[in-house]
């Protein structure tokens, strides 16, 4: 199991929950947060700072946002485990799900 970040995040990137994760699992896309699923410890640590209340655990995301889940994991098909967030920066991508929204949608 993992956690999951989800729609509130989109076009918002608050970043809370990257300065609270001990692992360095939440990397950062054109638009949104991902969490990887392979490096996530499962602390929940991230959960609680998120002021958009965009993070989930996986069986508690809402159903209307449970393709964030496919979109969590998926992202991550693209450029792998890198082992670490920090030292990618900002990854020029999101998950298709994300980047097919109107831009602002958050706003």
């Known amino acids: 199991m993992t956690y999951v970040i989800a729609l509130p995040c989109v ?3 608050d970043r809370a929950c990257v300065d609270e994760c001990p692992v360095d699992c939440i990397y ?3 638009r949104m947060l991902y969490i ?3 490096e996530c410890v499962d602390c929940g640590a ?3 700072v998120c002021p958009v209340e965009a993070i989930y655990y996986e069986d508690d995301t809402p159903e ?3 393709e964030y889940y496919k979109a969590n ?3 991550f098909d693209k450029i792998g485990s890198p082992g670490g ?3 990618m920066g900002v990854i020029n991508y999101d998950h298709p799900i994300v980047a097919a929204l109107p ?3 958050n706003d």
């Open 85 to 87: 967030a920090a030292k």
């Open 46 to 48: 991230c959960e609680p």
């Open 36 to 38: 990887h699923p392979d």
């Open 64 to 66: 209307e946002w449970s």
């Open 11 to 13: 076009d918002i990137k």
């Open 73 to 75: 994991v998926e992202f």
């Open 28 to 30: 950062e896309g054109e």
């Open 103 to 105: 831009k602002g949608i």
